[in-house]
DNA sequence: CTTTTGTTCATTGTCGACAATCATTCCGGT
DNA sequence: ACCGGAATGATTGTCGACAATGAACAAAAG
């Protein structure tokens, strides 16, 4: 047994901390939708080597954050409503799955993790800003998901969560009513505390969808005419 | 429109050309579960430079294919049967959701597609080697994800898929009967000709889920002690 | 003999230079 | 003015060399 409490100082390979970067940079909406990325500009802003940012750039393309185009360039996901369906669509789904699995085999452990990631937004949901509401909302969801015990089901989740992250940080969702917010998520993990395999699965297909309806209902509002990332604004801040 | 059936003659960059070549060399168990990957052996094989084969080996990882350790090297994936449990439940999630999708927005076109692939299952079932008859299954089942009208769902489900071949080729499955493969596949695709969606959701789930244990089952049964890929015998024929 | 430490070697990580490709621009012809 | 095609510039694709790292082995201490 190691010492207690002293996790290994990880050094990330340069490609990986280049990608941590860019992700960041792309969640966070720093980097538009459709916003060009050249190789050469990323290497001599993070002072690496051209080979470097690219690796990185093609573990984005795997998390389906960048779109590769050959011989022509990369560019910033850009996502439709089409897209914006498909991804809410899958994201019930998993989230379905997890939450039948994860009710199926909780334990006393699981249970104290959801606890903790529920009250974690219900206090952001009282005092908390925007981002950490989102934050802790997308949270107690990741929380539900490694429920499951399910590593792959984690992994194809935490694609489609991120890219979920794109249009929600990028369009601002406003949540008309912080108190419904909690008592949505009330009724999904409820629940699964319970051990309530099919009624978990029920719950969370009908969160998810609502959720996914709604969002795409906001863009819809919005109207705005990039619906193939056509808008393709450029960088909003610098790196 | 283009002339039918006409595809433009893609010449693939060399290291998606590589990335092939190493796909099917794993999916057709040339290169066994385990097997260590060393770029230079490889760019020395394909003549073509290490920083190549990097680039197709990490198109691999993000297909699940090929681990990456660190400075230390690449390894052909190997499934533990917790992973098989894994795959095996995702994949059913999937194609339920496909089922659900594609019998609600079926037409007569998509009945054609799906007609055909079942008529392609039978005469393999009837005629064909087993890799063919494992191929026109897994056809008929990307048929019907494609029907869904959902691009990422396709996508997600293909890289499942390939892991489900990487043991499906790997222990060469033996189908028991025949017969039973189409019937088991009839049962499948008539609730979705027929737009019924909550049955074909059923009807997906009940066949993957069966699928999936049996492979499970068979997995056990041969208690074969590679639980975590420790076998890791070397390349069975050289590419 | 066991455990720890030092060393060597194979392999990956990173880099800069050159070649292939694509998008644009410019020019001549009509 | 309009259109086709060649030149041009920018960007990605590919390569070989050097540095950093980890794993196996050997040596030394207990």
Redesign the pocket.
Known sequence: MGIEGLAPPQ???????AAASLRDAILSGALAQGA??????L?AQF?????????ALQRLVAEGLVT???????DVAALSIQDTWELSTLRASLEALAARLGAERIDAEGRRSVERAFDELRIAAEGGSADELVAADMGLHRTLVALSGNRRLGEHYDLIANQVRLYITSSTIVVKNMSTVVERHRDLIEPILNGDAVGAEVAAKAHSMRSGAEIVAFLREQDRPSKNGVTAQEVRTPL
């Not at 060009?36 to 500009?41: K, Q």
């Not at 590769?68 to 990369?74: A, F, I, K, N």
């Open positions: 050094k990330l390979s340069l490609d990986r901390a060009r990325l050249t190789e050469t500009r290497a002072n690496m080597s051209r080979g470097t940012v690219r690796a590769q185009r050959p011989y022509s360039g990369w």
